[in-house]
């Protein structure tokens, strides 16, 4: 009995120690918590109340933006099939009103396109199980070309943002 309370303990301290060495903030832990349990709405909820406050740093919006699109992108996975569209478009929308003279917004992109991705290998999986005949793959294919076509768009933005900075004084 001892030994496996201690190795529970062990367990415990090992994945707090991981936790701690990821960097990951009081906020990601936070909302993590409530996507695993899919407390959706809490999360969502938080998120949108925190990005409210217009003392909020740069950083922290960047951070709290992608939180909530990852915890829509969720909630659209978990939810039944007439309800997901809401989800997927509100995880868009945030991206698309992130300035794009923000200085995180190739994060928001790269996470716009995981939201892409999400979706399309989830209506592909749906496909998939549901013995879909090719055409009705679709939707799935145009997601995932979407997808692709975004981290492509986003690769050549990030070269260029590169060496550009390799190249100005100072850099």
Not at 38 to 54: G, I, N, S, W
Not at 76 to 96: C, F, I, N, T
Request: contains cysteine; glycine residues 2%.
């Amino acid at each position: 009995m001892r030994s496996s309370v201690f190795l529970l303990l062990a367990a415990v301290f090992a994945l707090a120690a991981a936790t701690i060495a990821r960097g990951e903030s009081d906020d990601e832990r936070y909302l993590a918590g409530l996507r695993e349990r899919r407390l959706f709405r809490v999360a969502e909820t938080y998120c949108e109340a925190e990005l409210a406050k217009p003392t909020l740093d740069d950083v922290r919006r960047a951070e709290l933006t992608i939180e909530n699109m990852l915890t829509l992108s969720q909630h659209a996975v978990y939810s039944p099939p007439q309800e997901r569209d809401r989800y997927w478009r509100a995880a868009r929308l945030l991206a698309a009103r992130f300035p794009d003279t923000h200085p995180r917004k190739a994060i928001i992109d790269l996470q716009a396109a995981l939201v892409a991705l999400s979706q399309g290998e989830l209506a592909r999986q749906e496909a998939e199980a549901n013995n879909a005949a090719a055409d009705e793959y679709a939707p799935a294919q145009a997601l995932l070309r979407e997808a692709t076509a975004a981290l492509e768009a986003l690769e050549k933005k990030l070269t260029q943002l590169i060496a550009q900075r390799r190249g100005a004084p100072g850099a």
